[in-house]
């Protein structure tokens, strides 16, 4: 029997060996942002503009898709600073797809490379109680193998999918295959892209109907407050990093389609850290505003671009 734990210590040697040495190796943030190709948001862009475009961020928008089709960049910088004699440079930063941690390494990243006075943060109905797909590719290795543990379903994928990242990083830079995509907005301030159509009538009005039982169902769900720490801990996380560089922090609540909550299911929550922005219900109501049942079109995003503006210009 001794022998045989031997041996097994023996040939695991070089695994342990090989794993240390993969988690020592450097890593390059740029292939981080770009290794999944995630651009339905242009996420790889994200890189782009935090450590090699240096025209500063002092609002960055953050969040999912809800943000990234919601928010134009553009008009409300133009806005601020034609209207409002503000002169502020403005950046959606969304990265799609849900998952609250994926936001703790960008607000690291962005408060390395940048001096934001406001980070405008989304809320949807309700936080997504699980890890971030992306999350271990961009992520310092300290913070994904230090994860809030209380809640994450995803945690064994995500400690293989940091390992593997930074050994296929390794393995292409040891073969000289090493090629990172290097996205054609690259050079860009902003992110937002237009979508110019609506969505179908009788599409949004199923889609609405959807919603009537949706969140009242899951509001009894027992499990729901213990599920419910792991979104919540990144976000006290992006708080204290936003407090301690004296940044301003606000959440805005970016809902479906005919969502039948005026506010999201932890409104309490978020108002322990600052002002919740609820956007006019005539923007969220109005079916030609939106180019499918979760996100807003061009004329959903301008109306409520002009109402952003407004609020932002009046924070005091």
Request: aromatic content about 14%; charged content about 25%.
């Amino acid at each position: 029997m001794k022998r045989f734990i031997k041996n097994i210590i023996l040939f695991s040697i070089p695994f342990v060996i090989g794993i240390v040495f993969i988690c020592m190796a450097p890593y390059s943030k740029e292939f981080g942002y770009g290794y999944r190709n995630n651009v339905d948001c242009n996420t790889s862009w994200i890189y782009y503009r935090l450590f090699q475009n240096d025209t500063p961020i002092d609002i960055a928008f953050m969040g999912t898709s809800h943000t990234g089709c919601g928010i134009n960049d553009s008009l409300i910088e133009n806005s601020l600073t034609n209207q409002h004699n503000i002169n502020k440079k403005v950046a959606n930063l969304a990265y799609c797809t849900i998952g609250r941690d994926i936001q703790f390494p960008l607000v690291k990243d962005l408060l390395t490379t940048k001096n934001p006075e406001l980070i405008i943060m989304e809320v949807t109905e309700e936080e997504s109680k699980s890890s971030h797909q992306d999350f271990p590719y961009i992520a310092d290795l300290n913070d994904v193998f230090q994860p809030e543990l209380i809640y994450n379903p995803s945690l064994l994928k995500g400690t293989y999918s940091a390992f593997f990242s930074r050994f296929d990083y390794t393995r292409k830079r040891f073969v000289k295959r090493l090629t990172l995509r290097v996205p054609l907005t690259y050079k860009n301030r902003h992110s937002y892209v237009p979508f110019k159509f609506t969505a179908d009538k009788t599409f949004l009005r199923k889609h609405k109907e959807s919603q009537v039982n949706r969140y009242s169902k899951k509001m009894w769900d027992p499990m729901s407050n213990i599920k419910l720490k792991y979104p919540k801990k990144y976000i006290q996380k992006i708080v204290d990093l936003a407090k301690n560089k004296n940044i301003k922090l606000i959440f805005l609540y970016l809902p479906s389609y005919g969502s039948t909550l005026k506010l999201p299911l932890e409104y309490d929550f978020y108002t322990e850290f600052g002002e919740v922005w609820i956007p006019p219900n005539t923007i969220l109501i109005n079916s030609e505003h939106w180019v499918d049942g979760e996100h807003l079109n061009y004329t959903g995003s301008t109306k409520l671009a002009k109402w952003l503006t407004e609020e932002i210009a009046n924070i005091k």
